[in-house]
Every structure is written in structure tokens, then in C-alpha cells.
């Protein structure tokens, strides 16, 4: 991934740009190969004559520049592929580096605005290659010209050592007349320093720094700059099953890790991302508490319609590809006490948020009273019948909880003795009708016999404490059911009365296994949990990004990529194994 903090990019091995949405994350794409193949748009740049594939790629140092380099029988070349931090228009930057010898490069351009779907009108304007269709218009700046042929524009051209070719491609607003001119070199310099000095800031040093620093810099370029908001992934569609239905578009923000993802930043050392990412949330759910949603846009829209773009076949054929998410429309109850739980750690963490947000909490709380006891289609978004789910209750005593220890922990007023009765009252019925007796352990819904890994997360909002036997075992029985090839799966997809009624199977979620490293870390069993996490490392790909998934069948990783909630509790896992064998400790 290469982005630029309101929009990003995916690259591939062969030096294709096989995903651009432009100029935002929730735009349409001018690149869809990644959905479909080359005639859906792409931007290839490697040697005319050498391998397809990149013999070594990495990240610059601890930033978002990506090198790849070929060896070929006449020399070796670098490309180096970025977009500079955003002041005007946005901007793709690949720089082709003569490393030795003479390298004959090819390049070739193909855009599909519109998802793949609209072959734009192209001319030249002077030096620069322009392509307009409807609202959007992408210029080319190069010191190659590329030749227009069947719909595409291509070139060859040869590059010595020490010679450095850019290309600048830039998206405007189609009724621009005239493209920003961006000195390739000094945008390649001012992103380097921009990320430098971001860094920086980590206060972590610990014995995982690689994979914290690297996932805090993808969880910064999947942050929109202008609201806050940070996007689960840059991607729609990429399947959690190859070749099957489950494809959605994760291009929005989620509520259901706003806690985590504020303590990430918070004990990284990122103040200011995390009392963005907080006003970001304070804006999108104002309004009436019945009409908060599990998700909003980048900007904190509400209207997320879905809808599918039937031209294109789907990566590795994975139909449908969905534009949107229905799933804005479900009812859960876990949101009110995600909101809850991260206002009331933002005032612990001294990001003081004015009186308005006690209002906005105390509305929360008084319309969760009288909805609390009422079925929903819990965390994970299942398409089935609404069920009681148990974790989705936990979560509605943690929003009573945190309305209480805000009047008790600083005083802001509000009726405790009320919201003490709604909490007892909660954490009673979920104790009796949401825990098996028999198998020591909680469990998906009220009366059911399955398991989902979100109970891991019980003990992690305070609901029981790490030491409740009820808690282990709900562990342990999580290990023994949804635990396939050492990783974890939310809950079990393969069984006739499976809530979320999809066809279809998925991987082992990410999140969850980093769930599980945590919870035996938390219980005592730091070996197990230490070797979890290092599996858990193992699995990123070769410049350290994380999907959703895994699948532990095809040993390979599936879902929208790179997941920004994968990255996350990675980050929370490494800060508490370092924590705890006393080597680091967060300031």
C-alpha cells in the first residue's frame, strides 16, 4: 500500500498499480485490475526483458515509500512508488533508479474510471497526457512519451546507472484546466521527512518495534487527515472465501474498534490521532441515539448504499463485487458501549472533550435503558435472524458501567443509582442466560450451544476479571472449538443453524487470534501467548501488511488488505507482552 492519508493505493509485485480510488477512499476507482484483470485498469512499470516479479521489494526505512528492484541480464533498476502527503491535488509518484548496467523498462497505462467501467477520452496537453471522463480527469507528467493504442497508452525506454526517470500522475476535478506541476524529486524528499518525523513520536521500543511502527504507519495512511476517521481497509470485495459471496466494502468506518484503536494510539505515543479519531466519532453518531449507526463514511455519512458492479468478475472470480455496505442499516447494540467506552478513556486520557459529549453519552444511556433487552445482529454484522447475543449485551453493561464510573471517577452529573440498577441488572441476566453451566463457558446467544471469539473480549472491558473461572474456561473452550491450525475463527460457519445464514465458509479473522494472544497472556500463559503473536507475525506479507483474514487451508491470507483492525490489536498485543516481561514499558 502506498496512500497519502485521504486515499491509497495498492502496487503489486509485477510493478502494476492494481487499485486507485481518486481522489478519496470512498471515490470510484480509476484502477480495478485487482476486481477483474489488466482491461479494468492498471499502471504497469518494471523491465521490458526481466522477471515479472520484483526480486526484492520493501518500505524506505519507517515510511510509506515502496522500492522494488529487478536484476536483469543488462543491469539492475529501482522503482520507488509513493504519493506525497496532500496539500492540493493527489498525486502518484513512481521514480524508475538505474542501479547498474542499462535496463530496458516498459510501462504501460490502462484507465477505467468508474470502477473499470468507462474507457476515458485522452489528449495531450502540452507534455502531458490527460484522460477526462464525467467528473474525473487523471494528467500524466513524464520525460518518456507513451504511445496510445486499442484503448491503452505504453512505451519503452532505457534507464542507465544513476538515472533517474519520474512519472507524476495526478487526478483533478475534470473542469481543471491545467494540472498541478509537482517536482517529482522534492516531493520524493518532503514524504520521506513527513514520515520521519511522524515516526518519531512512537514512544515504543520494544522488542516488537518493526511490526508496531509498521502497522501504526498503515493505520496513519488508512486515516482520512481532513475528519479523522480511519477506514477499515482501502479495499472492497476482496473475498474472505476465494470464489465465494462473502465480498464487502470495508472502505468506511466502523465503531466496533474505536476503543482499541484509541488505546493503540494513545499508548503509541499519538495524542493528537487519537483526539482526532475521538472527534471524528463525537461528530459521525450526533444526533438521536435510535439512529446510530455501526458505521459511517470517512466524512461521517450516513448513506452507505450498496450496490454491485456487475462488470467486473471479482478477484480470483469472486462475484459479487460490492460497492457500498447494507450492513449500515443493522441494528447492534455493541456501538453504545464502544462510544461509551471511548469517550470515557479519551477523559482518562486527559483529551478533554467539553460538555456537549456528556450530553451526547447521557442521551446514549437513556435510550439504551429502554433498548437494551431486545435482540440485534450483534458485532459481526451476521445476515441471519437477530439474536440475543451475548457479547452485545456484555457491551450494553459496559456503556451503563462507564456512565457510572464517569459520574463517580469526575463528577459529571447524572442519575448513578439508576444506571448501578441498569448495570446490575444487565450483568445478572447475561450471567444466567448467556452462560452454559455445563461447559464452562459463555456463549454465542442466549440458549445457544455455539461460541464466538468476540467473549474473549469479557474480561478485556471489565465485565468479569481475568481470574473468574467462568472467564478461563470460556477461553479454554474457545481454544478447543474455534481454533483451526493454531488461529482462530469468530465463530463456526459450517454448521446448519449458524447465525450469519451466508453461504459459504471464511478464514481464521485476524483480530480474533490477536484476541486469543492476549487473553492467555492475561491469564498467565505468557509462552503460549508470545508464540501465538510471533505466528501471528509470520503470516504478514513481505513488506509487513496484514488482511483481514487467513486461511489456514490455502496458507494464505484473504479479505480486504491491509486490514486496519488487524493491524491494531497487534499493536495493543505487542505493548502487553512487552509490558509484561518488564523490558518496555508505555510512558
Request: hydrophobic share 40%; proline share 5%.
Amino acid at each position: 500500500m502506498i496512500g497519502d492519508m485521504q486515499t491509497a493505493a495498492l502496487v503489486g509485485r509485477d510493478g502494476s498499480i492494481d487499485w486507485a480510488c481518486l481522489p478519496d477512499f470512498d471515490s470510484s476507482a480509476c484502477f480495478s485490475a485487482i476486481l477483474g484483470d489488466e482491461q479494468n485498469g492498471h499502471w504497469t512499470l518494471r523491465p521490458a526483458d526481466g522477471a515479472e516479479k520484483a526480486d526484492r521489494r520493501h518500505y524506505r526505512g519507517e515510511t510509506l515509500i515502496l522500492e522494488q528492484e529487478w536484476d536483469t541480464d543488462t543491469g539492475s533498476v529501482r522503482v520507488i512508488d509513493f504519493m506525497p502527503p496532500r496539500g492540493g491535488a493527489p498525486h502518484i509518484v513512481r521514480i524508475v533508479e538505474g542501479l547498474s548496467g542499462t535496463v530496458r523498462m516498459s510501462t504501460t497505462m490502462r484507465i477505467r474510471f468508474d470502477y473499470g467501467h468507462v474507457v476515458p477520452w485522452m489528449h495531450r496537453a502540452g507534455t502531458e497526457l490527460v484522460a477526462i471522463a464525467g467528473p474525473d480527469a487523471i494528467w500524466l507528467s513524464a520525460p518518456v512519451a507513451l504511445k496510445g493504442h486499442n484503448f491503452t497508452h505504453d512505451t519503452t525506454f532505457d534507464v542507465t546507472a544513476g538515472q533517474r526517470v519520474p512519472f507524476v500522475m495526478t487526478w483533478h476535478p475534470s473542469q481543471v484546466e491545467e494540472s498541478d506541476h509537482l517536482d517529482a524529486e522534492k516531493a520524493l524528499s518532503r514524504t520521506e521527512r513527513f514520515w520521519e518525523k511522524w515516526v518519531d513520536q512512537c514512544t515504543y521500543d520494544g522488542p516488537y518495534r518493526e511490526a508496531v511502527v509498521r502497522s501504526l504507519i498503515t493505520l496513519k495512511g488508512l486515516t482520512y487527515r481532513p475528519t479523522g476517521g480511519i477506514v477499515a481497509a482501502p479495499t472492497t470485495s476482496l473475498p474472505e472465501e476465494i470464489g465465494g459471496v462473502r465480498n464487502w466494502d470495508y472502505r468506511y468506518c466502523w465503531l466496533r474498534d474505536a476503543t482499541i484503536t484509541l488505546e493503540a494510539l494513545i499508548r503509541s505515543g499519538y495524542t493528537d490521532e487519537a483526539m482526532a479519531w475521538r472527534e471524528w466519532l463525537a461528530r459521525a453518531v450526533a444526533g438521536e441515539p435510535q439512529l446510530m449507526q455501526i458505521m459511517y463514511g470517512i466524512r461521517g455519512e450516513r448513506r452507505l448504499t450498496e450496490w454491485e458492479a456487475e462488470w467486473l468478475p471479482g478477484y480470483e472470480s469472486s462475484a459479487p463485487v460490492r460497492i457500498g455496505n447494507a450492513a449500515v442499516g443493522q441494528y447492534q447494540l455493541d456501538v453504545y458501549g464502544e462510544v461509551m467506552d471511548v469517550l470515557h478513556l479519551a477523559r482518562r486520557s486527559g483529551i478533554q472533550g467539553g460538555e456537549h459529549l456528556w450530553g451526547l453519552q447521557r442521551s446514549l444511556v437513556n435510550y439504551l435503558e429502554w433498548c437494551w433487552d431486545e435482540p440485534d445482529e450483534g458485532l459481526w454484522e451476521v445476515r441471519g435472524p437477530r439474536q440475543h447475543f451475548v457479547h452485545s449485551k456484555v457491551m450494553a453493561w459496559v456503556a451503563a458501567d462507564r456512565a457510572v464510573r464517569s459520574i463517580e471517577e469526575f463528577g459529571t452529573e447524572g442519575p448513578i443509582e439508576r444506571w448501578r440498577a441498569l448495570r446490575d441488572t444487565i450483568h445478572a441476566e447475561v450471567c444466567e442466560y448467556g452462560y452454559d453451566p455445563q461447559r464452562n463457558t459463555f456463549t454465542q446467544y442466549y440458549g445457544s450451544k455455539e461460541l464466538d471469539a468476540a467473549l474473549l473480549l469479557i474480561p478485556e472491558v471489565g465485565f468479569l476479571p481475568y481470574d473468574d473461572p467462568r472467564v478461563v474456561g470460556t477461553i479454554e473452550a474457545i481454544r478447543e472449538d474455534l481454533m483451526v491450525d493454531g488461529f482462530v475463527l469468530r465463530y463456526r460457519t459450517d454448521l446448519e443453524n449458524s447465525a450469519d445464514q451466508l453461504p459459504g465458509d471464511e478464514g481464521a479473522f485476524l483480530a480474533c487470534s490477536f484476541w486469543m494472544a492476549n487473553a492467555l497472556l492475561s491469564i498467565g500463559r505468557q509462552d503460549e501467548a508470545r508464540e501465538l503473536f510471533e505466528r501471528l507475525l509470520s503470516l504478514r506479507n513481505d513488506v509487513g501488511l496484514l488482511a483481514e483474514e487467513w486461511d489456514p487451508r490455502g496458507g494464505r491470507q484473504v479479505g480486504n488488505f491491509p486490514q486496519a483492525f488487524s493491524h491494531v490489536p497487534l499493536v495493543t498485543t505487542a505493548l502487553n507482552l512487552a509490558d509484561r516481561q518488564g523490558g518496555w514499558r508505555a510512558d
